[in-house]
């Protein structure tokens, strides 16, 4: 595309975890060839996690304040959750960016799609054909990953400061002073330990997911990563078990639900191995759903790994994207067609 041409819109997606002074650069030449821009906030709704620390609006606080006030009033946001699937989270930034250019865009806008062409996690920009490419080349050695590091092992110093705009490092300082932080530092040192212990993996891993009478059975965790989080039981496969073995031995040790008479309940299996699904490495879940035909739920208990063991009506798992772990809001919507993920915002 010709760097004279205009746009009426330019479309910047990003985790921004957190925005940097790349980004900045990158956001500076969306504004240059578009008379506005939408900033898609990448990985929303989601719990919080230390690849994911800070929330949609903490995002697009920084950004905005970030730009000078004329910038600021140029730009809009749309938050668009992960979906482990190209083709359906392409639809969503779409769908979540033109919604953002609904007031102000013509019709049928020219739409400028900005972005680095850096490594393998670059090739997103291919998934929106109807949209012209703005592709600057990597900023420097400027890296979120980095960042982030520095700061939950309390390393940060000038330099690293130096890597975000003034006012990014303004809210780092603050944001540092809030529970959040303290909390998801003790994830970050239990990832690191883990990590220093056994490896990025592969793992694999087992789930148990049980429905009845409209129900879920999920468990509340007991440690980091993801302490106070609610989780569907599992765990890892041991050396001398099969897959379904494992599952139901983790979810007799979870909830003390034994289900070994109750094979015929399996309905599904899937197995779950995107490689960013979980912070902690690379980890392959095989996921069992058993579907109880039953009008009574059974007592079930928190045991082991679990801090609490608990049923939930099915009709209510859209609305707790916020309180599940990891990825495993979307194991729900996998097996139970969640209706709201499939709302508006994405």
């Known amino acids: 595309m010709s760097l004279r041409e205009r746009f009426d819109a330019a479309v910047l997606a990003g985790r921004f975890q957190p925005f940097h002074n790349a980004h900045a ?19 929303a709704f ?81 998934l929106f054909p109807r949209w012209s490419l703005l592709a600057l080349e990597r900023q420097g050695d400027i890296d979120a990953c980095a960042i982030r590091r ?17 006012a990014v490092a303004r809210f780092l300082e603050s944001w540092a002073t809030r529970a959040d932080f303290a909390a998801l530092r003790e994830e970050y040192l239990a990832v690191d330990a883990y990590r220093k212990k056994w490896g990025a993996g592969p793992f694999v891993t087992l789930d148990a997911l049980v429905t009845a009478a409209g129900h879920a059975l999920l468990v509340r965790r007991k440690n980091a990563p993801g302490r106070g ?32 008479n109750d094979v015929h309940a399996l309905r599904d299996v899937a197995v779950f191995d995107h490689p960013l699904r979980s912070p902690r490495g690379r980890i392959l879940t095989h996921v069992h759903w058993f579907d109880l035909a039953r009008k009574t739920l059974p007592a079930v208990q928190g045991a082991d790994d679990a801090e609490a063991a608990r049923w ?35």
């Open 229 to 260: 989080l609610w989780a569907i039981p599992g765990g890892f496969l041991e050396k001398e078990e099969r897959l379904l073995q494992g599952a139901l031995r983790e979810l007799k040790e979870e909830t003390g639900l034994d289900l070994a």
């Open 312 to 346: 939930f009506p099915i009709r209510g798992l859209s609305g707790m994207e916020a309180e599940l772990f990891e990825d495993h809001f979307h194991i729900l919507d996998h097996f139970l067609r969640l209706p709201d993920i499939r709302d508006a915002r994405g």
């Open 46 to 126: 989601a719990a919080r996690n230390i690849r994911n620390p800070f929330n949609v609006k903490e995002r697009a606080a920084m950004i905005r304040a970030s730009l000078d006030a004329r910038a600021a009033r140029r730009v809009s946001f749309a938050p668009v959750r992960d979906y482990y699937d190209d083709s359906r989270w392409a639809a969503a930034v779409e769908k979540g960016a033109l919604a953002a250019m609904k007031e102000w865009a013509p019709r049928s806008p020219r739409v400028a799609l900005a972005g680095f062409h850096k490594d393998a996690s670059s090739d997103y920009l291919r």
């Open 150 to 166: 520095m700061y939950f092992m309390g390393a940060a110093d000038e330099r690293s400061l130096a890597a975000v705009p003034p």
């Open 25 to 43: 650069v990158l956001l500076k030449a969306a504004l240059a060839q578009a008379e506005r821009v939408v900033v898609v906030l990448g990985s």
